[in-house]
């Protein structure tokens, strides 16, 4: 029974949004034809005397004041409009109509669209070929930590000292704070003098009482390396000194790792301890491997990264194989390059501008060199160039914000310590570390510039539906406006258009502004062409009332009388 009621509502709901969705226009012209045969009646002919006489009256300073009210209200309509576009990004008018006028009078036209976004894999299989490259889930605004993230002290705090610029925002450094509390903490460091130090100090908020923080911990226990962790990251002026920082806070990570190792089993209290200190060991692991990368010993960074790889395979939490990336490309290790992309490039896997923008360089290499736009206009693109072209739209299409780094249309700054994929923080981090690889690869930027913006013609609407990808996600802009730093210039994607409630209102503020002054200064001509205009339009007006006249009776209710 409940049932049949509620298809019932749904199916008088849905009737309801249809007639007014298609008999809308009917009613009105009924009403319009009811209120026409009705004239008389109404009087409506005297009523429009009555209007006319009393609009000929009126005195030029009435016709000033009221377009000067019309400019001033639109005007301040036109501010409003502009502040709520310039901070939320889309027209307040709009967004009511949409979301509040637009269901009373059309109701939901899409209602099964959040199903769609889950289809079964069963019924999948049939198009696995077009749709190879799609996420399994709808992308989100989540913000991710920079496997390639500088060092604070030896290079962040380098840049601040050279330029008098803070390169990180606080809320990307209380990210890393979250991080840190996250990794190198657990439930069972209650009791220990040294790490309640140390969970203070990832809290703190100001660098100094961070270090001194620290500095007890060690005082404490001389073997804390999550004490030297930061140490390594913030009080150290050079990578050299870094890595010595980091050497010390290794052999102390690995002493525990062991201890914990055979004893994570036993109760959920010694695996919390295990979990942090395969955290710590992995992490002091990677940032050796990194100082390794900085101080030229490339080769030695890249078997320290295979090694954790080896060792941790399903710990993807620091994406190590971008490190690894990054490091086999400057040895122009291209082969090994491609065998781990060809692991993580995967359907099943997160996508990043590391993995396509690489995949791109790979396939561009190939052709790059020999590329010449005249040539391949003229007898068109082989088979390896297209490919090469197809690669490079689907890493534009991932984050449409890298290229203009690597042709260096836009000044890159140092890299945040968290970015967001497909946003204009990760572009910054891409290109900061791949710029020279590209350089390095004769032809390949070339190839990027003359291909890159022949992405945009397959994505018209990139906000309302992908290519290969998901639509590109709206809340980039704000969250890279909280990661990067104040004297950036973010870039924005796509490049938002004034609504047209904006350029409406912007108009019809300048024209009634225009008209006050035009009627104050010359009140008698601004009154003759007022009423030439009027009479202008009424005409087509008073050629169909006299059609209508000779056709309809004057007074219907009068002849129905006599009926």
């Known amino acids: 029974m409940a049932g049949f009621l509620s298809r019932c509502i749904e199916k008088i709901k849905s009737w309801i949004h249809w007639s007014w969705t298609y008999l809308l226009a009917v009613w009105v012209v009924l009403v319009v034809f009811v209120v026409y045969i009705l004239r008389g009646p109404l009087k409506l002919s005297e009523n429009f005397s009555y209007a006319t006489m009393f609009l000929n009256t009126l005195t030029p300073k009435f016709y000033v004041a009221l377009t000067g009210t019309s400019s001033l209200i639109s005007g301040l309509i036109l501010i409003f409009e502009w502040w709520y576009f310039k901070k939320y990004g889309t027209s307040f008018i709009e967004q009511v109509s949409l979301n509040h006028i637009s269901p009373l009078l059309g109701g939901n036209d899409n209602p099964n669209q959040e199903n769609n976004n889950t289809t079964p894999s069963s019924s999948s299989s049939s198009s696995t070929s077009s749709n190879s490259t799609h996420q399994q889930s709808m992308p989100e605004c989540k913000v991710w930590r920079n496997p390639l993230n500088l060092f604070r002290g ?141 101080l030229g010993r490339t080769r030695e960074a890249v078997k320290m990264m295979r090694e954790l790889m080896k060792e941790f395979p399903m710990l993807n939490l620091f994406n190590i194989h971008e490190n690894l990336i990054d490091a086999l490309l400057e040895l122009q290790a291209y082969a090994d390059v491609q065998a781990v992309l060809a692991k993580y490039d995967d359907i099943s896997l997160p996508k990043s501008a590391a993995i396509c923008y690489t995949a791109a360089l790979l396939k561009a290499r190939a052709v790059a060199d020999k590329f010449s736009p005249d040539i391949a206009s003229k007898r068109g693109l082989s088979t390896a160039e297209m490919t090469a072209v197809e690669a490079i739209h689907r890493a534009v299409e991932f984050n449409p914000h890298v290229p203009k780094y690597l042709l260096e249309m836009k000044s890159l700054i140092l890299p945040p ?138 007074n219907l209710l009068h002849q129905l009388s006599r009926i």
Request: one cysteine or more.
């Open 154 to 294: 030896s290079e962040y705090q380098r840049f601040t000292w050279a330029k008098g610029k803070e390169p990180l925002t606080y809320y990307d450094m209380n990210l890393s704070a979250q991080d840190h509390q996250t990794f190198f903490t657990c439930e069972a460091d209650a009791g220990k003098p040294e790490y309640e130090v140390m969970q203070r100090a990832w809290r703190e908020r100001n660098p100094a009482s961070r270090i001194k923080a620290a500095k007890d911990a060690l005082e404490k226990n001389p073997d804390c390396p999550t004490a030297m962790i930061l140490l390594a990251e913030e009080d150290t002026s050079s990578i050299v000194d870094a890595e010595k920082m980091f050497k010390q806070a290794y052999k102390a990570a690995e002493v525990n790792y062991k201890k914990s190792i055979q004893t994570q089993h036993q109760s959920s209290t010694n695996e919390a301890i295990h979990r942090r200190d395969v955290n710590v060991l992995v992490y002091v692991k990677r940032r050796l491997a990194m100082c390794a990368r900085k």
């Open 417 to 554: 310590e968290h970015i967001l994929k497909r946003g204009d923080s990760e572009a910054i981090a891409y290109a900061f570390f791949h710029l020279q690889h590209w350089k390095r690869v004769e032809g390949a930027l070339n190839l990027l510039h003359c291909t890159w913006e022949g992405t945009f013609r397959m994505i018209p609407y990139p906000l309302e539906k992908g290519h290969l990808f998901y639509p590109y996600p709206t809340c980039t802009e704000n969250a890279d406006r909280e990661l990067l730093p104040p004297f950036h210039d973010v870039s924005v994607y796509p490049k938002k258009e004034l609504p047209f409630f904006i350029l409406f209102t912007a108009g019809l503020c300048s024209f009634t502004a225009l008209l006050a002054l035009l009627t104050h200064q010359y009140p008698e001509p601004m009154g003759v062409i007022a009423k030439t205009v009027l009479t202008w339009l009424y005409m087509p007006i008073s050629y169909i009332l006299e059609k209508l006249e000779a056709i309809l009776p004057s």
